[in-house]
């Protein structure tokens, strides 16, 4: 079986720490890697990368960067700040993007979250581009629009990019967050004829759910099509990995390993 195209984010196997996580993902024959920045905590970053290249694993991404809107002028320089702090840290490790997602105050006004986002990406990107590191939004189910992300949809993302216009700047997409939308189809054209699907998550939408941000599925355990979201993304001409990002204390718990060999498995069958 082929997984030269299969990617899994550090946080799905969650009781991994990312030496044990570098080494029984290339003994699993997965082909890359994507490191959330908590598996990151004091370590020399730049070794790190060094040791997922000696087992062959292919750095796809740093997650996660964003998180600009904030109601006071502090909040907004701390998140200009981390973000240009991530910037460094993917350059160290060796990543080249970084997945932003992008945030929301309660209580603040959507379009105002939306523009703090934008002036946000606008704000680092020179770092960005001194270190040439692809800056990729990734829209989250409008579930999500009170506090998480204030761009919710591809169509938002896709405004976004178009506002900033600028080859470092593209979207993520992730099946758990897209999979509703009626003009997925449309945007995912669009997004590939602009050239910025810069990245392609998949995991599953459980019904019913019990926890709205840690109870996604395995692939083909709910209700996403994922194999048809993903003939949509390779329409455009996407090439990139397929990345397994699954938040779940039902897969926590339970064997690491075997999780392991049930993702290799669904993989193949559902994605």
Request: with cysteine; proline share 4%.
């Amino acid at each position: 079986m082929d997984f030269s195209r299969l990617c899994l984010h550090t946080i799905t196997t969650k009781p991994w720490a990312i030496e044990e996580a570098m080494d029984k993902y290339a003994g699993a024959g997965i082909a890359g890697i994507t490191v959330w920045r908590q598996w990151l905590a004091d370590r020399d970053i730049a070794k790190v990368g060094e040791q997922l290249r000696e087992r062959n694993l292919e750095i796809v991404s740093l997650c996660r960067g964003g998180f600009f809107p904030a109601k006071t002028a502090k909040g907004l320089e701390e998140a200009i700040a981390d973000n240009r702090l991530a910037i460094h840290e993917a350059a160290a490790l060796g990543a080249p993007m970084i997945v932003l997602v992008c945030g929301a105050v309660p209580g603040q006004p959507l379009s105002e979250s939306r523009k703090q986002i934008a002036d946000g990406i606008a704000a680092i990107l020179p770092l960005a581009e001194e270190h040439g590191i692809r800056l990729a939004v990734e829209p989250l189910h409008p579930m999500y629009a009170d506090d998480r992300s204030a761009v919710n949809t591809m169509a938002s993302a896709n405004a976004i990019c178009d506002q900033l216009d600028h080859p470092l700047v593209g979207i993520a997409a992730d099946v758990y967050h897209i999979w509703w939308d009626p003009d997925l189809a449309e945007q995912i054209r669009i997004t590939g004829e602009k050239k910025r699907l810069f990245a392609f998550h998949v995991c599953d939408w459980m019904t019913p759910t019990t926890d709205l941000l840690n109870d996604r599925g395995l692939m083909g355990e709910g209700c996403i099509d994922v194999r048809g979201i993903r003939a949509m993304v390779e329409a455009t001409g996407f090439t990139g990995f397929n990345e397994v990002e699954i938040f779940s204390p039902r897969w926590w718990s339970k064997n690491q390993d075997e999780f392991l060999d049930r993702i290799k498995q669904a993989y193949v069958e559902h994605c």
